[in-house]
């Protein structure tokens, strides 16, 4: 054991966006080379309907589409949702126009009617 | 495919109104003297579909969705982990299904996975550290060859469970991963007790609360952002069962349960036992972290309605978990030759800060119960085994409910204690079992 003479070192991880960057990017590669062969880079359980596309590469560029998929919410919780992704999880701030479409499509979708599993 | 998608439409109809998803589905009605009485037809329909009658039937509460429907499973595979469901890959959630949640002591390839942020990739024991600072005398940075030398080396088998273990039940759906049954597991964990290099550090009078940091980093990238970090009060802290670990099942912790170093706090939620620990320090103000304030790992201080929007404020830390039982064997859904008087039924209690006193069991919707043969725990905080013989009078549709009660009367619900973020689902585990004609 050692009395640490400078804690405040080893307090945070080192940095690591180089590295985040290559994986979300070699992930990104490996999701979209199944798409071409069956058109399907959000799984056949993203409803296409107006706005899937934008919604699907919105979300899914920060996480899996699946936990998207096993939600059933209200559209105000839903946007309740997105304040917690703003403020708590460095999600960007949306035009009031992207919002809208984005909330009428996981409402029309993903709402309390929508069972997981 | 056909199958889930079957599962989906009944349990969404089941969803929306359960008497007339009954009455749908099945033809069933119930009549208003009794809780389930099932009308001739009703109760053909849904013997047809369980491929069995249904001896109890006049027990079975109408809107009830037969335990043979209400769980589905996906197969996929995670390197080192056996059999588990795969909730979300990215970040990575899997979960491991009842029947492969049968040992005493869960295998490490069996037990659940609940991550917030991307692991390290660095996960190297001769080279980690550990701080541990605050309102300590003497702040230190450990190896974990420092932790092995001065401290005492202690294993014990120490039952963990998600927060949100059960949330998939929950109506209206509350938001997260939706877990079903099997976010536990029940490990032998090796390391420290974190209450010993707490005191080698010299706990100020003035730490009221811990805050853990583990080396995993934010989905977003943001190296500034940390997935979660979260704390007990300095009095869970100081409990002799709290272990700073650095084996599982008397092997390297599996990369996905937080390799080569975690914390181990049993009886709490599962996000209370930060991965790839890096560092412990002691606050003297309660933590205020990722995932400690708002809504995260919290409960409205009251009771509320299902569907209630409860006010950020009115929310408290959840603690110790609830009591809680699981039947590992038989799997649901099985079927028994036909003649079968009864069946060997099996599986786990285990109840938070407490011990459970007793497991029971039921195979006719809850009217008579079965003590079953409990054991006691391999040490506090481990899960209890049990096991019992539930007869079947004759052929048909049966479930088999397990019912535990904690050493302070406590006792699992039958219905689940709605709030708004799906935690502490204890509801009890029921498991469809068939006598063949």
Redesign the interface.
Known sequence: ????SS?AR????P???P???L??AA?LCLLTLPAWADDDFFGEDWPRTEGYEEVGYFCGA???L??VK?????RP?WDD?FD?MIE????AELEPEERELYLDYLARHFN?????? | MSK?KK??GI??LY??DPERADYVVFGRVADKGRRGFLKGAGLATMGVALGATIPFHRNMPAGLIPAAFAE?LTDFKIEGKDGLT??????INAETPAHLLDDHITPTERHFIRNNG?P??DMNPATW?L?I?GEVE?????SIA?LK??FEVVSYALQLECGGNGR?AFN??A?G??W?LGAVGNCMWTGVRLVDVLN?AGVKPTAIYTAH?G?D???????D?LPISRGVPIEKAMSPYNLIAFEQNGGPIHPMNGAPLRLVVPGWPGSCSQKWL??IQLRDVEHDG?KMT?TSYRVPKYKVAPGTDVPKEDHKIIHAMPVKSLVTFPESGITLPAGSPSVAVRGHAWAGDYFVSQVELSADFGTTWTKADLMAPTNPYSWQSWQAEVSLPGRGYYEVWARATDSEGNQQPFAINWNPKGYLNNTMHRVAVTVAA
Request: proline fraction near 10%; hydrophobic fraction near 25%.
């Open positions: 054991m050692r009395i640490s804690v080893v307090s945070r991880p940095l690591r966006r590295f985040l960057s994986l979300v992930g920060c996480h899996s699946a936990i096993q939600q059933g919410l209200s919780h949702l917690w708590e999880q460095g999600m309390e009617d929508h069972r997981p599993l | 889930s599962e989906r349990c969404e969803a929306e589905s795969v909730l979300n890959d990215r970040p991307v390290p990739e550290s701080t600072d003497r702040p230190m940075t450990l420092d030398r001065d998939s209206p759906p938001r991963n939706q079903s080698a940091y080396a980093t934010h989905l977003s990238g943001d190296p952002k890096r560092r990722p708002g």
